[in-house]
């Protein structure tokens, strides 16, 4: 494992409501993001997709910028919405693809009950329907979880993994995340998914075999730190950046997630 720290830059301080800084001028430029877009709720003058019939829903899904793709995934009951700070400087270099997942955001859902390899073939239509055969893939929280199932289930379609703390099963969030969850009345189906998904096994981990980037906030609170290194611990070769002063919800420090996300592409051109 390969260890290494970067500095925050313009640390945003989130409430359950989460609520970005002033944009910056790049972020209107290329249409991502303006004051009224926020990362959590979704405001309607900020969405700009597409729906993909695919799986029995429709899969609300954006594309920013150009170049090599990069699948962005979004945590848990958010949306594409909550790249919002990051998508500028990523758009920069790449071509951007956000998915709302099923069941959250504005994608539809079906009857059946959620699974990490239903949403990772949700995920392949989309690439099948963009006619890209591989792509970068990063997610945060949830996203992660579907981004690492995607390179156990998936492997060719994976060039690189970039991920942020993921809890892999329901044993693998605090204490006050449960607490927290009580007061904010996510859908039923998506918690009685947290509490029932299992993790992969430690041959489907060790087994990862694209470039991956752990990105871990050194205040995580939501993630127990000994289910995140059991992860990066399995994953051959996974490098780990640490962010100070940095919480879980890591989109809300875009330079220093962005500096290490880039910083980790570039090497695998």
């Known amino acids: 494992m390969n260890w290494k720290s970067v500095p925050v830059f313009g640390a945003v301080l989130f409430s359950c409501a989460l609520s970005?800084?002033?944009?910056?001028?790049?972020?209107?430029?290329?249409?991502?993001?303006?004051?009224?877009?926020?990362?959590?709720t979704i405001e309607p003058e900020c969405s700009?997709?597409?729906?993909?019939?695919?799986?029995?829903?429709?899969?609300?899904?954006?594309?920013?910028?150009?170049g090599e793709p990069l699948l962005l995934l979004?945590?848990?009951a958010g949306s594409a919405e909550n790249?919002?700070?990051?998508?500028?400087?990523?758009?920069?270099?790449?071509?951007?693809?956000?998915?709302?997942?099923?069941?959250?955001?504005?994608?539809?859902?079906?009857?059946?009950p959620l699974s990490y390899l239903q949403m990772v073939e949700d995920m392949i239509a989309l690439l099948d329907a963009l006619d890209i055969g591989s792509a970068y893939?990063?997610?945060?929280?949830?996203?992660?979880?579907?981004?690492?199932?995607?390179?156990?289930?998936?492997?060719?379609?994976?060039?690189?993994?970039?991920?942020?703390?993921?809890?892999?099963?329901?044993?693998?969030?605090?204490?006050?995340?449960?607490?927290?969850?009580k007061q904010m009345q996510f859908p039923e189906k998506l918690e009685t998914w947290w509490r029932e998904r299992s993790r992969p096994t430690e041959e489907d981990m060790s087994g990862i075999s694209v470039p991956t980037l752990f990105v871990i906030g050194e205040n995580e609170q939501y993630v127990k730190l000994d289910h995140i290194s059991?992860?990066?611990?399995?994953?051959?070769?996974?490098?780990v950046v640490w962010i100070p002063d940095a919480d879980?919800?890591?989109?809300?420090?875009?330079?220093?997630?962005?500096?290490?996300?880039?910083?980790?592409?570039?090497?695998?051109?």
């Open 20 to 40: 970005p800084q002033e944009p910056a001028t790049e972020a209107l430029e290329i249409g991502v993001a303006d004051s009224s877009c926020g990362l959590w």
């Open 48 to 66: 700009d997709g597409t729906y993909l019939p695919t799986n029995g829903i429709s899969l609300y899904y954006e594309e920013h910028g150009q």
């Open 137 to 181: 893939v990063g997610g945060w929280s949830d996203g992660a979880a579907i981004a690492m199932h995607m390179a156990i289930y998936h492997p060719k379609r994976v060039r690189a993994l970039l991920l942020t703390p993921v809890d892999l099963s329901s044993d693998g969030l605090s204490d006050l995340f449960w607490e927290e969850t």
């Open 83 to 112: 790249f919002n700070l990051m998508l500028p400087g990523l758009a920069k270099y790449y071509r951007v693809i956000t998915p709302d997942s099923r069941a959250q955001g504005r994608s539809t859902d079906d009857d059946k």
């Open 74 to 76: 979004h945590g848990g």
């Open 248 to 269: 879980h919800i890591l989109p809300a420090y875009p330079d220093a997630v962005n500096g290490a996300f880039l910083s980790f592409l570039k090497e695998q051109r």
């Open 230 to 239: 059991w992860q990066y611990k399995l994953i051959p070769d996974a490098e």
